[in-house]
């Protein structure tokens, strides 16, 4: 029976994904440090199927990777574990390129050391690679790269790039140009697999999710998780703060629709090395989804409030083609749905916190 290793596992995606690995492998890890950040308690999430092994140890300790390995011959290695802050990135620039880069280094030399290749890896990657992306000027059709929006800009409220449109990435047409040190620490974690995986002859496949939201996101966790942050301040009756004048763009991606195309993409091996976009191709405004909560819990409409942040980009969404080719996959979830389900799973955990306090 096979083994799957998948770091980060006991956090959202992870926990959202263990039922699935569990029915589909003999053997299921999760190697996660339940980084307080993410974890406002140290145990084992309820949401991580009890089929799955937790061991508690981190990816950028070649200790704990010796220890692990010992026991462990992973086939299959879904790597999940990450610093996940893009705000929070460009302040932290030291902590989010040691675990995400070093990290995933640190794991390549303990699986070659202790002699475990793992066939194939699937990397979740983030949408954040791209940066602003590709923008298109409506009349001559020209695209151009515009790059990341400097100080200047920022501070004048020049949001857009001029007349110009964002155009949707796509893994096979966009460059990557990342605008945050999470984002460049995402690049630079696929390139670092992408090499090693071809010198030891293990396919790659390579996630970059758009924003997923849906219940098991963190409620703790301050600095990621837009939908859930809206959500809190929502049930709080409190106005939703807008940044810049709340018109970005946004593909909002329900969980389960992310774990059903993660798992498609593990039952169907595709090519030996390649890069998926996963979103529900559709892009949404902040300020649209923050008038979506707003309205779900009664709360004051939100308002701009005139901040800004660096490492935002503007606008992203992304194209799905190449999922719904390769793998028959497809957004199921309406953003109404998804929040009604965010929404019936955040009472459950407020109802469970007051029942044990
Ligand atoms: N959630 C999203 O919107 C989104 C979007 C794009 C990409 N991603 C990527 O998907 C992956 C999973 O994201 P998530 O939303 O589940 O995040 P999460 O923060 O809920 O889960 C990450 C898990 O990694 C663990 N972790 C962090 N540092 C670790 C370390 N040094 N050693 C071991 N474990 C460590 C945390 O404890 C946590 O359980 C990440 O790589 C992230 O970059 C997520």
Redesign the pocket.
Same mark, same amino acid.
């Given at each position: 029976m096979s083994t799957c290793l998948v770091?980060?596992g006991?956090?959202? &995606?992870?926990c959202a994904m263990s039922a699935g690995l569990a029915g589909r492998f003999g053997r299921v890890v999760a190697?996660?440090?339940?980084?307080p950040q @993410?974890?406002a308690t140290p145990g084992r999430p309820a949401a991580l199927h009890k089929g799955v092994e937790l061991l508690r140890?981190? &990816?950028?300790e070649p200790a704990d990777w010796d220890r692990l390995l010992a026991d462990c011959d992973p086939q299959v290695v879904i790597?999940?574990?990450?610093?996940?802050g893009t705000g929070q990135s460009v302040t932290e620039a030291a902590r989010h390129t040691h675990?995400n880069v070093t990290?995933t280094a640190v794991m390549l030399d303990a699986l070659l050391r202790n002699r475990r290749i793992p066939s194939r890896f699937v990397l979740?990657?983030?949408?954040?690679v791209y940066g602003d992306g590709a923008w298109i000027d409506p009349v001559s059709g020209d695209i151009a790269y515009p790059g990341t929006r400097n100080r200047a800009q920022l501070a004048q409220g020049e949001w857009d790039y001029g007349a110009r449109r964002a155009l949707p990435s796509c893994a096979a047409t966009t460059p990557a140009g990342p605008a945050s040190v999470y984002g460049a620490t995402?690049l630079a974690q696929e390139h670092v697999l992408k090499a090693w995986c071809a010198a030891q002859g293990a396919a790659l496949a390579v996630t970059r999710?758009?924003? @997923?939201?849906g219940p098991g996101?963190?409620l703790s966790?301050p600095y990621?998780?837009i939908v859930a942050l809206f959500c809190r301040l929502a049930r709080a009756q409190k106005s939703i703060p807008l940044y810049e004048d709340g018109r970005m763009l946004r593909d909002f991606v329900l969980i389960d629709d992310v774990v059903a195309a993660l798992l498609a993409v593990l039952d169907q091996p595709g090519p030996l090395q390649a890069h998926y976009d996963v979103g529900t191709g559709e892009a949404l405004a902040i300020a649209d989804i923050g008038a979506r909560i707003a309205a779900l819990y009664g709360a004051p409409a939100p308002h701009v409030c005139g901040e800004y942040r660096f490492g935002d980009v503007r606008h992203a969404s992304c194209r799905i083609d190449a999922m719904r080719q390769e793998f028959g996959w497809r957004p199921r979830f309406s953003v109404e749905q998804g929040l009604a389900r965010l929404q019936h799973w955040i009472e459950m955990q407020f109802e469970i916190e007051a029942a044990v306090s």
């Open positions: 770091t980060g006991a956090g959202f &995606i992870g190697m996660d440090n339940l980084h @993410v974890h140890l981190d &990816i950028t790597h999940l574990a990450a610093e996940t675990v990290g979740a990657s983030s949408r954040a995402k999710l758009q924003n @997923v939201y996101q963190s966790n990621t998780g």
